[in-house]
């Protein structure tokens, strides 16, 4: 039997109840999503468990969410071996005097566990202080700092990047959540997956990206990622004998009668996204 | 530092906002991510050139990796795991030539927060132009223009040639142009 994959939500400010005490899982978590007062600066944290709630793996018992009104419940949870995947750990703590509490407590969560961890705070620009301390250095690569309801990351969210987060680990790749609008995702010629969608924001801008979601695509499809790769208006040259692969624009010394035009789109269907983004940056890249 | 600028590159050139010669479509307001502003993320690494000289804890590319640089440009870049904790950033303003090691974690950056970017070099202000610097252990400094939010392939040729005066005006005698080892690279491939 393959291990349950648990996700634990830490925040002071979940509405919990009293009987509950301070931890909720399974039906209480639904009841809580569905039945009881939120403060207004919650919603999109409440919409994230709700899109949680509904992956369906989750009624199949193959995930747990669990929810945790205070870090001190969730690692007795941790000694008890309930050891979580993923923590949506809420920086401020109305109890702790001071932030240095979340931060102490943040370095015994990366310590006790190996689990990802999406630190989540009304507030962003105060966390960099601590944890950009030499102190978080080898856990730099197992956390991510988000403001809750950001959506100047990049077309993703923070809700919908830890959502697509959570979705890449189980697996989950046929649709993605961007922008408030569930797409469904297709094999194609292009990207393997829809969190490529920040590769393409990388490469062709925030602004294409935004283009082609407005135009309401049904399907992160082969046509509709054709469409926004060639949205790109530059023109490449490959030269075949030589395995070169140059920006039309660039200074390098072509020749012109050896090489054959492609666009965007071909260049990234016959050698990969990786090999498009190299040739944006240099101007010149091998290709084989 | 200003006159040396101003007497190659500021009366020819003008300073450029971050992502004006994007060949990506790129633009401050759609792409300038939260983190990529901020000068005090870096301000201890940065080198303010007067004359020659390192960055704080630059790290040295050995004489192996000197030779596959100069063999094939593109496949070191590429595929070297070190590249980007040995590469240094570097940007010319109205002010100075800063370089700054580009590995430095900047927490604030959602993603790849392991690194600065040229903007925080300058706090998303206006350059002249911005790309790479190499330090090797044969005493040689490797220079570029790739950058997306400064450099990159509509650089004009002529403020590439003149930004190469002022690294040399400003001490760096052992200066290698990356840029010509691609093209000799380009010429000599597929034979």
Known sequence: MSKKFIIYIMDDELPITREEMGVVRGASIINMVRDREWLGHLHDLRNLIIDLVNIPEIADT???????????????????????????????YLSSAQSTNSRDWLQHLLNVCNAFVFIYSKVRSEIPRFVNSREFDEFAPRFQLFKKGDSTISVFSAEEFILQYVRNRLGLIDSVKIQGQEIRFEQNGYIDNPSDILFMEKCLGR???RTWLNNNPTAISEESVELLLNSLNVGFRLNEKKGLLRLESSHFTSQPSNEIALTTAEVVKRF???VLDAVLESGITSVK | MRHIIAQHIGNHWELIEPFERSVRNKTIEADLKDGEREYDVCLRYVHQVVNDGDPPEVVKLTNDEIEWLKSNPDDFKRNNPNYRSKCTLWVIDSDSLKIAIEKIRNEKRVLDSEYICHTNLTGAGKAYIGGEALF????????NHHSDRYGGEKTPRELWEATKNVFLALGYKDLVDILKI???YNESAGR
């Open chain 1, 62 to 92: 193959q995930v747990e969410l669990v929810g945790f009104a205070s870090p001190t419940l969730a690692f007795q949870e941790i000694d008890a071996g309930q050891i979580p995947d993923v923590v949506i750990y809420d920086w401020e």
């Open chain 1, 207 to 209: 602004a294409s990206v």
């Open chain 1, 272 to 274: 990969g996204k990786e």
């Open chain 2, 136 to 143: 090797g252990e044969d005493g040689y400094v490797y220079i």
């Open chain 2, 182 to 184: 691609y093209e000799e």
